[in-house]
Structures are given as structure tokens and as C-alpha cells.
Nanobody, 123 residues
């Protein structure tokens, strides 16, 4: 069992930066793939980035070069550094986990979900 708690959301102007954190509990966290998804009002939940236990990463094209996912095994925490933010990045961001090293991009392939944290980017 893995519990995930996000933090670090907030409001920022376009071009700014935020760092989201996902604190995980559970003995097997280090072996999990952790992903970030986001959902804007009226839109489907979409993949943002994922990182597996080998520190392999994968990003959505829309955030590639601007966002960086990383993990601190000792702290049981995964981070999403978001730079050069755009108004279209505005959404609720969710941390999620799956017990596999295979990086996936669809929500139904992830079992554990946090409650989400709001990110708002103004123009």
C-alpha cells in the first residue's frame, strides 16, 4: 500500500517556476514508478511525466524541456520542477504510483493517487 500527498502548488505568473512535491509512505515506494498527471476544468486527466525506480523518465511533449521529474529515495519524495510556466499549464496536478518499472501514460494504469494540488498560471 502506498499513500501519496502532493504539495507545492500555487499561483504564478507566466514564465515563472514552481516545484511540486509528492511525499509517499509505504515500504515499497522505492520500487514504484511515480507519475504526475494534471486535469484542467472541463478536460480529461492528462499525463505529464513519470519516473521509475531506475530513474528513467518520460515526459509529455507539452512539458518536455520545461518540467523535470526527480525522486529522492531517502526522503520517499518525488519532485516536479516546473519552469517557464504557461497559462495552459493551469490545472490540478496529481501524483500517482504503479508497482512496475514500465513507464505508462494513461491514468488507468496507475493504482495509487494523491488528492491533487492546484497550479494556476496567469498571463
Amino acid at each position: 500500500q502506498v499513500e501519496l500527498v502532493e504539495s507545492g502548488g500555487g499561483s504564478v505568473q507566466a514564465g515563472g517556476s514552481l516545484r511540486l512535491s509528492c511525499a509517499a509512505s509505504g515500504r515499497t515506494f522505492s520500487s514504484y514508478t511515480i507519475g504526475w498527471f494534471r486535469q484542467a476544468p472541463g478536460k480529461e486527466r492528462e499525463f505529464v511525466a513519470a519516473c521509475n525506480s531506475y530513474s528513467n523518465t518520460y515526459y509529455a511533449d507539452s512539458v518536455k524541456g520545461r518540467f523535470t521529474i526527480s525522486r529522492d529515495i531517502a526522503k520517499n519524495t518525488v519532485y516536479l520542477q516546473m519552469n517557464s510556466l504557461k497559462p495552459e499549464d493551469t490545472a490540478v496536478y496529481y501524483c500517482t504510483g504503479r508497482s512496475s518499472v514500465v513507464l505508462r501514460t494513461t491514468p488507468n494504469e496507475y493504482r495509487y493517487w494523491g488528492q491533487g494540488t492546484q497550479v494556476t498560471v496567469s498571463s
